[in-house]
């Protein structure tokens, strides 16, 4: 069947860290006079090309590339509605020039976001993506969300008791979140996670939608005509081809970087601009990592052989995080976008496993598939193109908990053990049921017997209640 030519076409390139995704973005610019938009969180920021895995500009061969190193190191990380905006503009501009738009990154929930009129916003950072992202850093242009957390409370309860309902009293985080909402939109948070969902085509409305009606939904809410390619690696290939990549980004100079870093932070202090650790380029991987090795090497106390155990733990541990978040890019890929996109054939699954083949098996097969893209040529099946590409974008199976969604159905109960407050049954019961629970009525039950020698009495009580305060498990 013969494509419609399109006249806004959008290459997306999404895939783990570590899969080729910025190499493939420059070999289709080069062919199809294109530029490159970042869409990384970390590569955001100026400087730091090791921590932040930068493209070289020997790499770059020429082709623009925007938003990257775009914002300094005192600058939170966007927002997602930031990078959205900031990155509409920049596809304009581009198109103005007659060339094609390629977005290449590995923040997925900023991919998703831009290729899609209406996502999900309920709270990024609880995604584990990237944490620190998507909180809500803009919060301070609305002079309501510094207040004291029990009034924000109380203004929640007004504008939106749906949500009041649903967040814990003390949970600052999450009160201001839905309040942020509101006074950006118009709309309560309870209104547009409603209204989203049913526009993701959630389990919630699948029994009064058929195939058709969902596909012809996410069709229209999609911002562009977009080609998806997702650059893949076999799971323990790519495990030991990022662990190596750490052992080169120490080579390069990592722990260079790392100094820079203090250093700035040490100079802010100083000048009474103390930084958040808590977010932004300080939770990048890498960083955090190599904290403790770097204070013992700067104390000077450390034998060299102490150094040399911290060194390595920080490694490891750099390592052990890197692979975390590839593998959590990966779910995100299969548990939310393969879910939120149409029917049609827009994401290719290109096997870049073996790199010795990288350029048949992925550079080539992007080409044709870019040709065929752009000339409204009809487009091969997905799954044709290889037995990952079988497997692969089958999407994950989502857990829908229908009783999150009803707000008649949350009971808030809190353990009192582990201070954690749990809003529907189905969290309680994995609360109640975990090893972190047991394993703290199991030391309350030690330090009450230390403090009162004979039987303790009333062990279910310290279990759970209702309507405790404490943090929120949601």
């Avoid at 775009?70 to 959205?84: K, Y």
């Avoid at 752009?374 to 199976?397: I, K, N, Y």
């Amino acid at each position: 069947m013969t494509r419609r030519l399109s006249r806004e076409p959008l290459i997306a390139i999404i895939g783990a860290t570590g899969t080729g995704k910025s190499q493939l973005a420059v070999e289709l610019a080069t062919r199809f006079n294109g530029e490159i938009i970042n869409g990384d969180a970390m590569q955001l920021y100026a400087g730091l090309p090791i921590i932040t895995n930068k493209t070289t500009l020997e790499e770059q061969k020429g082709i623009p590339h925007h938003l990257l190193g775009c914002i300094g190191l005192q600058e939170p990380t966007w927002v997602v509605g930031m990078f959205v905006n900031r990155a509409l503009t920049v596809i304009e501009e581009i198109r103005r020039r007659g060339k094609l738009p390629i977005l290449v990154g590995g923040t997925h929930f900023y991919t998703q976001s831009l290729l899609f009129r209406e996502s999900l916003v309920e709270n990024h950072a609880d995604t584990g993506e990237h944490a620190g992202i998507g909180v809500g850093e803009e919060r301070v242009e609305l002079p309501v969300l510094q207040q004291s957390t029990e009034m924000l409370y109380a203004e929640l309860q007004k504008v939106d008791p749906v949500m009041a309902a649903r967040w814990h009293p003390r949970d600052r985080r999450k009160i201001q979140r839905s309040l942020e909402i509101y006074f950006r939109t118009g709309r309560t948070a309870a209104e547009v996670y409603a209204h989203q969902r049913r526009l993701a085509g959630s389990g919630a409305v699948t029994s009064i939608m058929d195939d058709a009606d969902r596909a012809g939904t996410k069709e229209q809410n999609m911002r562009f005509d977009t080609l998806i390619f997702w650059v893949h690696a076999e799971k323990s290939v790519l495990r030991e081809r990022l662990d190596a990549r750490v052992d080169k980004m120490l080579e390069a100079g990592l722990l260079e970087e790392v100094l820079t870093l203090d250093a700035y932070a040490e100079a802010e202090a100083a000048a009474g601009r103390p930084v958040d650790k808590t977010r932004g380029i300080w939770v990048s991987i890498g960083y955090k990592e190599f904290k403790e090795y770097m204070h013992a090497l700067q104390n000077g106390e450390a034998s060299e052989k102490d150094l040399e155990y911290w060194k390595h733990n920080a490694s490891s541990k750099t390592k052990n995080s890197t692979r975390q978040y590839a593998k959590r890019q990966i779910r995100w890929i299969r548990s939310k976008l393969i879910n939120s996109l149409p029917a049609s054939k827009i994401l290719y699954l290109l096997d870049g496993t073996d790199v010795s083949t990288f350029d048949s098996t992925v550079i080539d097969p992007a080409v044709e598939l870019t040709s065929l893209y752009l000339s409204a040529q009809s487009m091969p099946d997905p799954s044709s193109l290889s037995s990952a590409a079988a497997e692969m974008l089958q999407p994950a199976r989502l857990h829908y908990d229908d009783s999150a969604a009803s707000p008649e159905k949350w009971t808030k109960q809190h353990c009192e053990v582990c201070d954690v407050t749990c809003v529907v049954e189905s969290q309680w019961g994995q609360h109640m049921g975990s090893k972190a629970h047991k394993k703290a009525v199991s030391k309350r039950r030690h330090r009450d017997r230390e403090a009162y020698p004979g039987p303790v009495v009333g062990d279910e009580s310290v279990a759970g209640g209702q309507e405790s305060g404490g943090a929120n498990v949601t």
